[in-house]
């Protein structure tokens, strides 16, 4: 009775452990099954044995089987290839090789596996493995005297090197080789077969080989936020997910995890951590792109307000004289003198082109001087015409003019004169009075350039900065 309520206890204690496994994230197995034991194929070492205990251990009438469900497997993957398991067998068991009848047998333990299957695939069917273990083994050899007849190996046996009964309780080592066969993925069948030694022991009365058999079943993987993805593989284990993201939910759908996201309810971009890029000035240029984030700007100036250099009002991008203020319908600049065109016309017709060329003489310097003062005074913007006399091609004519007219927006340019409140045009000999065949001396009067004030926005936008006013009607031949 006594013994029979110490496999009970043994048997309920590894039971007992599932109740543990059902709380872990880790895979478990359970395993329930039959066992048979061969003390027949135990050797001793003599030389008269001639291995004849190697043929016994494949001798099916050698194992006392004890039957239905007298092994108890409960196994955790802990890494990798690694198992850790218990293991308790029970059995009322005889040993034939010293003649003693069944005494009751508890054998229950720790033991490590090593799969075999974590080099191909661990999820294979095909599931074996070694094991070695330490275990408690309680087998009672009291009542046999030793040295005593060992009737598998013709010999006799001492245990102590003395006479003296055997002892009832003993630490076992199991060592042995395994295979567990998935028919489904938590449902299989196990085979195990083991040498069992007790090294503490001077002798190996009590060691055997041991066979068995289970059915398995394998489970405790869990899915706590039921999103499909297991626990162990759910980087986000209490919150639904998405398989993409290892089980953590996208909240705000910008493709960033929420685990990863620094503004989960919040679409934004990798590149600032899912967060959107602030608007500080709200003028709808994202602070990274705006070059003034604290002032609203439109987009087309990268963010900052247009500057108004002179105050007036009127934008720099619109104003015809940025520095000087000035009114709308002047484009910005002020109001003109009603002399300053009469001026500057007065001052051009002292400018003077060496002959058949748009090259400016040196005495025509003073006048361009005093021309380009009373511009940068008075404002306004002016339109430069070239005119040249009848004598040679319309063509070439035209041409001369546009270039003289060119030159003299170059020269005041250079003088200090904003260039964009100038345009040049050339008219070629359209406004000439005097004869083709007039003297040179009378044709001067028509070699000029004339100066316009031009105050709308519709007839300055049609020119060019260096335009002619005609086409050409033939090819340029020079003047003579």
Avoid at 51 to 68: A, C, E
Avoid at 190 to 203: A, E, K, L, M, R
Avoid at 397 to 421: K, W
Wanted: hydrophobic share 35%; charged share 25%.
């Amino acid at each position: 009775m006594k013994n029979l309520k110490l496999g009970i206890s043994a048997l309920a204690l590894t039971v007992a452990s599932t109740v543990f496994a059902q709380t872990s994230n880790n895979p478990w197995l359970i395993g329930v099954g039959a066992h048979g034991v061969n003390h027949m194929a135990v050797a001793n070492g003599g030389v008269g044995e001639k291995f004849n205990h190697f043929q016994r251990l494949f001798n099916v009438g050698d194992y006392h089987i004890t039957p239905p469900l007298s092994k108890l497997t409960v196994a955790r993957h802990l890494v990798g290839p690694l198992v850790l398991d218990w293991q308790t067998s029970v059995g009322n068991v005889p040993n034939a090789r010293f003649n003693m009848g069944k005494e009751f047998m508890l054998m229950t333990g720790l033991g490590l596996q090593l799969k075999a299957n974590a080099l191909w695939n661990e999820e294979s069917w095909f599931d074996p493995y070694l094991r070695v273990g330490a275990s408690y083994l309680r087998h009672d050899y009291s009542g046999v005297i030793f040295p005593t007849y060992d009737a598998a190996n013709d010999v006799m046996v001492n245990y102590d090197d003395k006479n003296s009964s055997g002892k009832a309780n003993h630490f076992a080592m199991p060592f042995g080789l395994g295979s567990n066969f998935w028919i489904t993925k938590n449902f299989g069948l196990g085979i195990q077969g083991d040498y069992v030694s007790t090294p503490f022991n001077n002798g190996n009365a009590p060691n055997f080989w041991q066979a068995s058999a289970s059915i398995l079943f394998r489970f405790g993987q869990r899915d706590r936020d039921g999103d499909g993805i297991l626990d162990k593989d759910d980087l986000c284990p209490d919150t639904p997910g998405l398989p993409e993201f290892q089980g953590c939910p996208d909240t705000d759908g910008d493709g960033i995890p929420d685990n990863l996201d620094d503004c989960p309810d919040v679409a934004g971009p990798v590149e600032n951590n899912g967060c959107p890029w602030p608007d500080t000035d709200g003028d709808g240029v994202i602070d990274k792109d705006d070059n003034c984030p604290d002032v609203p700007g439109p987009v087309e100036n990268q963010g900052c307000p247009w500057p108004d250099t002179d105050g007036d009002g009127i934008l720099d991008k619109d104003d015809a004289c940025p520095t000087i203020p000035g009114l709308p319908e002047y484009n910005g600049c002020p109001k003109p003198k009603e002399v300053t065109q009469v001026e500057v016309e007065k001052e051009l017709k002292a400018v003077y082109f060496d002959f058949d060329k748009a090259t400016i003489k040196p005495e025509s310097n003073g006048a361009l001087n005093t021309a380009a003062d009373i511009i940068k005074k008075d404002g306004g913007r002016f339109l430069l015409v070239g005119e040249t006399d009848k004598k040679g091609s319309e063509a070439y004519n035209l041409n001369l003019s546009q270039r003289r007219a060119a030159a003299v927006v170059a020269a005041l340019d250079a003088r200090g004169v904003d260039p964009s409140v100038l345009k040049s045009i050339g008219v070629g000999e359209q406004n000439a009075k005097v004869p083709e065949n007039a003297s040179n001396a009378e044709r001067e009067a028509d070699r000029k350039v004339t100066v316009r004030y031009v105050g709308d926005d519709a007839e300055w936008n049609k020119y060019q900065k260096s335009d002619v006013v005609a086409p050409k009607k033939a090819a340029p031949k020079k003047r003579k």
